[in-house]
């Protein structure tokens, strides 16, 4: 098949590009480079397979880029955006150009160039579905539990889109789920939690689980904000890879649906228990600073992953201690990466 991906030298992308490629797909990757990282992602795509090109553009703007590589496209997925809460608050225009115009520029290109109607794929976000205020959290030691959902939430809680970026997202994630009803397009709404794993260059304002693992490994300061207790269900790179993989497979089944895709209620961690795990694991001792409570950040938040697994069988295969074991291995093996980039 030829794969079309955007944001294909980010960190789900380059996972997801290079899978792609081992199975012989040909590869696209569409990507402006401009986050910290995807150039060295991008050179080490080049470099490890031959099957995969670059077509470097914006989806702000370049429309007739967009057409010419989906014109023939078998399967797009659609990773590009601009993924942090703070950025959106402090940029909001930018946000809204890049995920809610840049995804619906995407649409209209496999709308009106794609020959074949190809699977559409978007990674959207728990964070639609905003601060869950009607959802009842209970406090522990160190941990927030949701008092009455025992297998996380599910699909059909109410939309509440909140910050800009949970406003951006959300936007994006409807008008995929409609370009299935209103003009017949395979899409599909992937609503993913929190996935870590190799060739993530996480930073403080986005992609925590990799961030304090690179922090703690190359002993620079951790800020956790708010109270540390807030919970999340992890979900390690290679199960989300085979997640895209199992919809494709299925698209007559997941065509027009909505999922949750993370780690579920079997895979979670608060800030404090990754905090914790850390300094066994590496036997580091790591005192966190704390900062004031940022917009929009649930104090807990679980997918319930059960309709992904009834309608096309899937479900995690890597648990969270697990997948932190080899982020840090390959973070470790690869410490002269991240200095080439300027993380630490």
């Keep these: 098949m030829k794969i079309v991906v955007t944001g294909g030298a980010g960190f789900i992308g380059t996972n997801l590009s290079a899978a792609m490629a081992k199975d012989g797909h040909t590869v696209v990757i569409f990507d402006n480079l401009s986050r910290r990282g995807t150039e060295a992602n991008a050179r080490w795509l080049l470099d490890s397979y031959p099957t995969i090109r670059l077509a470097k553009g914006d989806l702000r703007h370049d429309q007739r880029v967009m057409g010419e590589i989906v014109a023939d496209a078998d399967a797009v997925y659609h990773l590009a955006g601009q993924v942090a809460v703070t950025t959106s608050v402090t940029d909001p225009r930018e946000d809204f150009e890049i995920n809610a115009l840049g995804t619906f520029n995407l649409l209209e290109a496999v709308r009106l160039h794609a020959q074949k109607n190809p699977v559409f794929i978007y990674s959207s976000t728990n964070k639609v579905y905003g601060g869950m205020e009607d959802v009842k959290v209970e406090e522990h030691n160190d ?54 794993g190799p060739r993530q260059f996480g930073i403080e ?111 995690p295969l890597v648990t969270a201690k697990e997948g932190v074991k080899r982020l840090t291995d390959w973070v470790r093996q690869n410490k002269r990466l991240f200095e080439e980039v300027g993380l630490i």
């Design 143 to 196: 941990r927030f539990r949701y008092r009455d959902f025992a297998n996380g939430i599910s699909e059909a809680q109410l939309l509440d889109f909140h910050s800009p970026y949970g406003c951006s997202k959300g936007a994006a994630d409807q008008y995929v789920r409609d370009y299935s009803r209103i003009y017949g397009l395979r899409s599909v709404v992937f609503r993913q939690s929190c996935i870590y």
């Design 205 to 315: 304002d986005q992609g925590w689980v990799a961030w304090f693992t690179i922090a703690t490994l190359a002993d620079v300061p951790i800020t956790i904000y708010g109270n540390g207790k807030q919970v999340r269900d992890v979900l390690y790179i290679d199960d989300l890879v085979r997640a895209f993989r199992m919809a494709t497979d299925n698209i007559e089944i997941t065509r027009g649906r909505v999922y949750n895709v993370g780690g579920g209620p079997q895979n979670t961690m608060s800030l404090l228990e990754l905090i914790a795990f850390l300094h066994e694991y590496h036997a580091k001792e790591i005192k966190p600073a704390y900062g004031d409570w940022r917009p929009g950040d649930q104090p807990v938040y679980i997918s319930d992953i059960s309709k992904a697994k009834a309608e096309f069988g899937w479900q």
